[in-house]
C-alpha cells in the first residue's frame, strides 16, 4: 500500500486529491496550517495533521517514511509583501525538497502553476512546456517570481521530483474564486473585459486532481513538467451568465476595454503599495489575467505521456460549484 504526505490539504485541490487517494485505498497523510478531518471521506487510512512548513523539523518528521509527497502549499493570492511569498512559496519547497532528498521518497510532485510562463507576447502558437518562464514579467509581480523560485528549488531533486503546471480551476468546496465572483457581481462590479466572447482557460478540479495523481505515481514523469490546461469550451460572457442566472442576479452589460481595464488595475495597485495598504485591492492585473488570458497553452505532453486530457466541461464544474453551498 502506497503512503502519501499532501500538503495544502485544506485547499480545494489539495482536499480533492486526499478523497480521490483514500477511495483508491492509498494512506493519506493530510497536512496545512487548518485543516478539519470532516473535509475528507470517512477513512481509516487518513491522519491529519496541522504544522508550518516553513518549520523544516515538521516537514522532515511527515516526510520519513512516505513514498510520494504532493506539495499543493503555497500563497495563493496575488498581493502581499515579498517575505509572504518568499516563506509560502520558495522555503516550503525548498524545505519539501531537502526532507525528500535526506528521505527515501520515490518521488515529490509539485503544483505550481502556468502563471509561471509570465505574460508572453499573442501568438497562433501555443506554448508548451519547452517555452522559457518569467516572459514580460509585471513589476511587483511577486506571485510570478516566488512560483518561478519554488520551481528551481524542486528541480535540484533531479528525477525524483515533477512539476505540474495547471490553469486555474473551480468545483464543489470551491471557497475562493467563485465566491468572491458572487459578490462582486451582487455588488454590480464587475464588466466585461472587451466583447466578453473569448474562452477561458479553466478546469474542473477533479481534472487537476486525476493529472496530479497519476503523473506522481507514474515512472516516465519523473524529473519532467507538464502543463494541465484546456483549449477552452466556455466564454468569459457566459461563464458570468451562468453565475448571475443561479444567484438570480441581472446579467452583466457593461463592457471595457481590457488595455482601459489593465490601467485602471495598474493605478489601484500603485495607489495601494504606496499607502502601504496591506489588504488585497478590489482588482489587479494579475486578476484580469484569469479572464483575459488566451487559451494558448498545450497540454500534448500530459495526453503523451500519462493519458490526461480534460474530462469535465467548465460550464458543468461551474454548475456543481454554485450548487454546492458557497
Given at each position: 500500500?502506497?503512503?502519501?504526505?499532501?500538503?495544502?490539504?485544506?485547499?480545494?485541490?489539495?482536499?480533492?486529491?486526499?478523497?480521490?487517494?483514500?477511495?483508491?485505498?492509498?494512506?493519506?497523510?493530510?497536512?496545512?496550517?487548518?485543516?478539519?478531518?470532516?473535509?475528507?471521506?470517512?477513512?481509516?487510512?487518513?491522519?491529519?495533521?496541522?504544522?508550518?512548513?516553513?518549520?523544516?523539523?515538521?516537514?522532515?518528521?511527515?516526510?520519513?517514511?512516505?513514498?510520494?509527497?504532493?506539495?499543493?502549499?503555497?500563497?495563493?493570492?496575488?498581493?502581499?509583501?515579498?517575505?509572504?511569498?518568499?516563506?509560502?512559496?520558495?522555503?516550503?519547497?525548498?524545505?519539501?525538497?531537502?526532507?525528500?532528498?535526506?528521505?527515501?521518497?520515490?518521488?515529490?510532485?509539485?503544483?505550481?502553476?502556468?502563471?509561471?510562463?509570465?505574460?508572453?507576447?499573442?501568438?497562433?502558437?501555443?506554448?508548451?512546456?519547452?517555452?522559457?518562464?518569467?516572459?514580460?514579467?509585471?513589476?511587483?509581480?511577486?506571485?510570478?517570481?516566488?512560483?518561478?523560485?519554488?520551481?528551481?528549488?524542486v528541480r535540484q531533486l533531479g528525477d525524483k521530483a515533477t512539476i505540474i503546471r495547471?490553469?486555474?480551476?473551480?468545483?464543489?468546496?470551491?471557497?475562493?474564486?467563485?465566491?468572491?465572483?458572487?459578490?462582486?457581481?451582487?455588488?454590480?462590479?464587475?464588466?466585461?473585459?472587451?466583447?466578453?466572447?473569448?474562452?477561458?482557460?479553466?478546469?474542473?478540479?477533479?481534472?487537476?486532481?486525476?493529472?496530479?495523481?497519476?503523473?506522481?505515481?507514474?515512472?516516465?514523469?519523473?524529473?519532467?513538467?507538464?502543463?494541465?490546461?484546456?483549449?477552452?469550451?466556455?466564454?468569459?460572457?457566459?461563464?458570468?451568465?451562468?453565475?448571475?442566472?443561479?444567484?438570480?442576479?441581472?446579467?452583466?452589460?457593461?463592457?471595457?476595454?481590457?488595455?482601459?481595464?489593465?490601467?485602471?488595475?495598474?493605478?489601484?495597485?500603485?495607489?495601494?503599495?504606496?499607502?502601504?495598504?496591506?489588504?488585497?485591492?478590489?482588482?489587479?492585473?494579475?486578476?484580469?489575467?484569469?479572464?483575459?488570458?488566451?487559451?494558448?497553452f498545450s497540454h500534448a505532453k500530459a495526453t503523451a505521456i500519462i493519458g490526461w486530457?480534460?474530462?469535465?466541461?467548465?460550464a458543468e464544474a461551474l454548475q456543481q460549484t454554485l450548487s454546492h453551498k458557497i
Open positions: 500500500m502506497s503512503r502519501f504526505l499532501i500538503t495544502g490539504a485544506a485547499g480545494l485541490l489539495g482536499r480533492c486529491i486526499v478523497n480521490r487517494l483514500l477511495r483508491d485505498g492509498c494512506e493519506v497523510i493530510a497536512t496545512s496550517r487548518r485543516v478539519e478531518k470532516n473535509a475528507f471521506v470517512d477513512s481509516s487510512l487518513l491522519r491529519v495533521l496541522q504544522g508550518d512548513l516553513t518549520d523544516y523539523r515538521f516537514v522532515d518528521e511527515q516526510v520519513n517514511g512516505v513514498d510520494f509527497v504532493i506539495n499543493c502549499a503555497g500563497k495563493t493570492t496575488n498581493w502581499g509583501a515579498v517575505e509572504e511569498f518568499e516563506q509560502g512559496n520558495v522555503t516550503t519547497a525548498r524545505n519539501l525538497a531537502e526532507a525528500c532528498e535526506k528521505r527515501s521518497v520515490k518521488r515529490l510532485l509539485h503544483v505550481s502553476s502556468l502563471a509561471v510562463y509570465g505574460h508572453p507576447k499573442p501568438s497562433d502558437r501555443l506554448i508548451t512546456e519547452a517555452d522559457p518562464v518569467g516572459q514580460r514579467l509585471l513589476t511587483f509581480d511577486r506571485y510570478v517570481q516566488s512560483k518561478i523560485a519554488a520551481e528551481l528549488a495547471p490553469t486555474w480551476f473551480i468545483g464543489p468546496g470551491d471557497q475562493v474564486f467563485v465566491p468572491s465572483l458572487v459578490r462582486k457581481l451582487q455588488k454590480g462590479a464587475i464588466w466585461l473585459l472587451g466583447s466578453g466572447d473569448n474562452l477561458l482557460n479553466g478546469l474542473a478540479v477533479e481534472d487537476i486532481a486525476r493529472g496530479v495523481v497519476s503523473a506522481a505515481t507514474n515512472y516516465e514523469c519523473g524529473g519532467e513538467v507538464f502543463n494541465l490546461c484546456s483549449s477552452g469550451d466556455l466564454t468569459q460572457k457566459a461563464f458570468l451568465d451562468m453565475i448571475c442566472q443561479h444567484q438570480r442576479l441581472p446579467k452583466v452589460q457593461r463592457k471595457i476595454p481590457l488595455w482601459l481595464a489593465w490601467s485602471y488595475a495598474s493605478i489601484i495597485e500603485h495607489s495601494a503599495r504606496i499607502s502601504g495598504q496591506k489588504t488585497k485591492p478590489p482588482v489587479t492585473r494579475h486578476d484580469l489575467t484569469v479572464f483575459s488570458r488566451p487559451p494558448k486530457k480534460p474530462l469535465v466541461p467548465l
